[in-house]
């Protein structure tokens, strides 16, 4: 437009190669960022080498056009309300100058290489102007980045409350196992898998034996004691691909994922010969605890409701404890005559000892 109202001093091929040049500039970094090149920069934003760009393209602009530099230097503004939003409050100063020193290269290029001449008066004018201006962005811009940097850090530990909310909501807050209502998501995500075919999986009720002693005896302090170290050695029995939760009491539920009945009962023995092995030790005020758990196995059956599949782990469970304790008991083992004889095999094994195993001892 200035070229046509005779403002630029140019023939036309030179103004269609200026347009040319600065199209293809301007179109160089959309492309970059919308085929993800400008990833492979240090910074992936490409600020510096934007502002870089558009501060020679208006420096020369400038210099060309001197009738109407006093209109160009706002492109030069533009350029330093872009950098508001992508550079640190510090760095708006010195680019303050920048801007200046280009604004009165352009003046000096057109001294020594222009035959047009300089009218100092309105350079002078509008040089103090745009300094004023560019040093009022600044400040405002240090403010709006100052502001911008607060709310980053707002949002910084906003995310980390939310992710603290979060973890309370999944988690139980003593031991650090997932809750009953995580679990119910975990075992409804184990449900759909399985429910399309080709896909195991069981659930165990663990409850430790003669817990409520423990409390009796030594105090809540030490049955949450307990019942941390507990956890943490359920936690560890495990393999990567279970899960375990805790939903009430000294009751925790391990979810087997791919796992049939069996190898379930494989897994809940190491898991009892584990708790069985464990010694609590809870100070110099109180001995070392030892304790037994109980444990029901129940394998999913296609298309049933996650409740049924707990109640028949809990069965399972209730029967363990009827066995007399310390001991796994599975869906296959409630059948008809099994249950009586794994019944009777673990009475016999009790009364062949002074005490019962499954009763909290002290070491």
Request: glycine share 8%; with cysteine.
């Amino acid at each position: 437009m200035a070229w046509y109202l005779g403002y630029v001093y140019w023939t036309a091929g030179e103004i269609a190669g200026f347009l040319l040049a600065t199209g293809l500039g301007h179109c160089l970094f959309p492309w970059l960022i919308h085929s993800s090149r400008n990833l492979n920069f240090s910074d992936p934003s490409l600020t510096s080498l934007q502002i870089g760009w558009h501060l020679a393209i208006g420096s020369y602009a400038m210099y060309a056009a001197p009738e109407i530099r006093s209109l160009l230097v706002i492109n030069l503004l533009l350029i330093m309300l872009f950098s508001v939003f992508r550079f640190q409050p510090n760095r708006l100063p010195l680019l303050s100058m920048i801007l200046f020193a280009a604004y009165s290269l352009s003046v000096m290029a057109q001294v020594l290489f222009s035959p047009l001449e300089v009218h100092w008066s309105r350079e002078i004018l509008t040089g103090l102007v745009f300094f004023l201006a560019v040093i009022g962005t600044s400040l405002l811009g240090a403010e709006i980045g100052g502001l911008r940097l607060a709310l980053k850090k707002r949002n910084e530990h906003l995310a980390q409350a939310m992710q603290r909310i979060e973890e309370l909501a999944v988690t139980d807050e003593l031991t650090g196992l997932y809750n009953r209502r995580h679990l119910m998501r975990i075992l409804r995500r184990q449900k759909g898998l399985s429910d399309r075919g080709g896909y195991h999986f069981s659930i165990g009720f663990v409850d430790l034996d003669f817990f409520k002693q423990i409390n009796d005896n030594y105090g809540h302090g030490v049955g949450d004691q307990v019942l941390v170290e507990v956890a943490a050695e359920i936690r560890n029995s495990l393999r990567e691909v279970d899960y375990v939760a805790r939903i009430g009491g000294e009751e925790f539920v391990v979810v087997l994922s791919q796992t049939a009945e069996q190898e379930a009962l494989r897994i809940a023995e190491r898991l009892r010969a584990d708790i069985e092995k464990l010694v609590v030790d809870v100070g110099d005020d109180h001995p070392s605890l030892r304790l037994t758990a109980s444990v029901g196995i129940a394998s999913y059956q296609p298309e049933e409701g996650v409740e049924q599949l707990m109640v028949r782990a809990d069965r399972a469970l209730y029967a363990a404890k009827e066995c007399g304790r310390n001991c796994i008991i599975g869906e296959t083992d409630l059948q008809g005559s099994s249950f009586r004889q794994v019944k009777a095999t673990k009475e016999f094994a009790i009364s062949e000892n002074e005490e019962p195993y499954d009763q909290v001892s002290v070491s």
